[in-house]
Structures are given as structure tokens and as C-alpha cells.
Nanobody, 120 residues
């Protein structure tokens, strides 16, 4: 199973970006999908999460600005980021709980990260 994140880049304060993460491989089910971010010297922090039932969770710092969504047919999760601030600058990682075909257990997978830089 692989997760491929994309969509990062340089954006001015107040701007918008959409991150995408595609899952591929021998996948039977995808459970919770999550976006995390990390800056140098800091721990990775949860940004937003969405369950298989569509229940969402957001960090206080992004509530009202970011929206997480998923497309199970495409095995993708998205993060719409609006009103971006310099403090949103980080490497963003996607994470998914996946059950593979032929397996009973669920395993945690991570994407490679995509850099978001908010600067004028």
C-alpha cells in the first residue's frame, strides 16, 4: 500500500491550496484518513481527520479555514486550505488506516509529505 501526497507549494498569506493524497495497492477498506503537519524542531501535529463515515475533526488552529474530504471511489483524501497564514508553513503528511485484501488487521500508512510555504 502506498500513499502519494501532492498539491503543496508557495502561496501568499490569505491564499488557498488544495492538498490531495491518493492511496494505491491491495486495498480492501480505508478507515480514518488524516492530515498531519510538521515544522523543523516540532512534533508532528494533527491538522484534520475524517472517518469512513464522514465524521471530521480539526485542530483548533485551522477550524473554519481548512476542510477535509474524501472520495472513497478514488481512494483519495483532500485538504482544502483557505485563508492561509505564515504559521501554516509546514510539511504536510497524509495518513490512512488500511485493511488489505486477505487480511483481517488494519495497518497505518503514511505518505511522503508535501511542503506548503505561506509567504509574501
Amino acid at each position: 500500500v502506498q500513499l502519494q501526497a501532492s498539491g503543496g507549494g508557495l502561496v501568499q498569506p490569505g491564499g488557498s491550496l488544495i492538498l490531495s493524497c491518493a492511496a494505491s495497492g491491495n486495498i480492501l477498506n480505508i478507515g480514518r484518513m488524516t492530515w498531519y503537519r510538521q515544522t523543523p524542531g516540532k512534533q508532528r501535529e494533527l491538522v484534520a481527520a475524517i472517518t469512513s463515515g464522514g465524521v471530521t475533526t480539526y485542530a483548533d488552529s485551522v477550524k473554519g479555514r481548512f476542510t477535509i474530504s474524501r472520495d472513497d471511489a478514488k481512494k483519495r483524501v483532500y485538504l482544502q486550505m483557505n485563508s492561509l497564514k505564515p504559521e501554516d508553513t509546514a510539511v504536510y503528511y497524509c495518513n490512512a488506516l488500511v485493511r488489505q485484501v486477505g487480511f483481517v488487521r488494519w495497518d497505518d500508512y503514511w505518505g511522503q509529505g508535501t511542503l506548503v510555504t505561506v509567504s509574501s
